[in-house]
């Protein structure tokens, strides 16, 4: 297949139409219309077979992924998705690979209401690389950067799940570690493979929290970036970490612990409060069904400090990396 037939039988109308978008797929670049005292907010994040997911896995589930991972980072600035556009760079053209995963992705854009603007196609070893922007109100806008002593920190949903998909995935959990559960198993593999973004959670929270960052690298590593951005130091204390009864059914406490630290994929929320706006942020997430969890406290040492029972929690975890390369 060719790269126009391609785009024209599985990605041209797979997404309804927007009224803000002027011109979509189909011309040199499409044209998209701002809302008024909206700015602009834009993402773009490449997904790469053996890197990002395993060569095996279900296309359904790279397209539901790849579109998840950019919308999780509107969700941490407190935007709401609209446009997306999408660059897949395919070894072939197989089009029950290709059909799924237009499928796949559609779904997610028609719940979100996202529409697909534009992109490109190419022969190479696959990968997907996708640039998502949404609108947010200048003044909503939620950085890392705000982050005060003294303020509450607080992430959403349950962490470590998808670093237990992932090991599931790869086979590196041990029996040591592992309860067969087949049931926990299935739960704990959705979560890796497809991710729910906190979109609704993000434009619930601007204008309430001081800042935010979607957990991608793992908990220690992404509060580290709010540290560095906001100038201060974290408590967190370990014994509060949410973590869902799925992975407490499959690996010990212990190394449930680790994963919630560590392991990225959950794409949950990391988000600071100021004290006087704590009340209101629990008030306002109960409304909208979104569990939130406080782990610990901003301070102004510059340090991170795990804690449980008051005593330090010592961890081999640490934050994932992204390694490129060199060549001289």
């Not at 196609?121 to 705000?146: E, M, N, W």
């Not at 974290?234 to 612990?257: M, Q, R, T, W």
């Amino acid at each position: 297949m060719q790269e126009f037939s391609i785009i024209e039988q599985y990605f041209t109308n797979q997404t309804q139409p927007r009224r803000d978008v002027l011109v979509g797929v189909g011309d040199d670049c499409a044209i998209t219309q701002i809302p008024e005292n909206h700015v602009l907010a834009t993402t773009t994040d490449t997904l790469v077979s053996g890197i990002h997911f395993l060569p095996e896995t279900n296309p359904a589930d790279i397209a539901h992924k790849a579109l998840a991972v950019n919308l999780s980072d509107l969700a941490a600035m407190g935007a709401t998705p609209a446009w997306v556009s999408l660059a897949l760079t395919l070894p072939d053209a197989n089009e029950d690979w290709l059909s799924e995963f237009a499928d796949s992705f559609a779904r997610l854009c028609e719940y979100y209401s996202i529409n697909l603007i534009g992109g490109d196609t190419t022969r190479g070893p696959l990968s997907i690389t996708i640039t998502a922007q949404g609108f947010v109100p200048p003044d909503s806008v939620i950085k890392r950067s705000g982050a005060r002593p003294g303020d509450a920190i607080f992430v959403t949903g349950t962490l470590g799940d998808a670093g237990a998909g992932l090991g599931l995935l790869k086979e590196t959990l041990t029996e040591e570690n592992v309860a067969l559960d087949s049931l926990a198993a299935s739960y704990l593999l959705l979560r890796h493979n497809t991710p729910t973004p906190r979109v609704l959670a993000g434009t619930t929270l601007r204008r309430k929290v001081s800042s935010c960052i979607d957990i991608s690298d793992g908990l220690i590593g992404d509060i580290q970036h709010i540290m560095k951005a906001s100038q201060c130091g974290a408590n967190i204390n370990v014994g509060a970490l949410p973590i869902s009864n799925e992975l407490l059914s499959f690996v010990s406490p212990e190394y449930a612990i680790e994963l919630a630290l560590s392991a990225g994929d959950d794409y949950e929320l990391l988000f600071t409060v100021p004290q006087d706006q704590i009340e209101e942020v629990k008030t306002a997430m109960h409304s909208v069904s979104i569990p939130i969890t406080q782990i610990g406290q901003m301070t102004g040492d510059g340090e991170l400090h795990l804690k449980q029972n008051n005593q330090a929690y010592i961890t081999q975890a640490s934050a994932y990396q992204h390694e490129i390369p060199l060549h001289g």
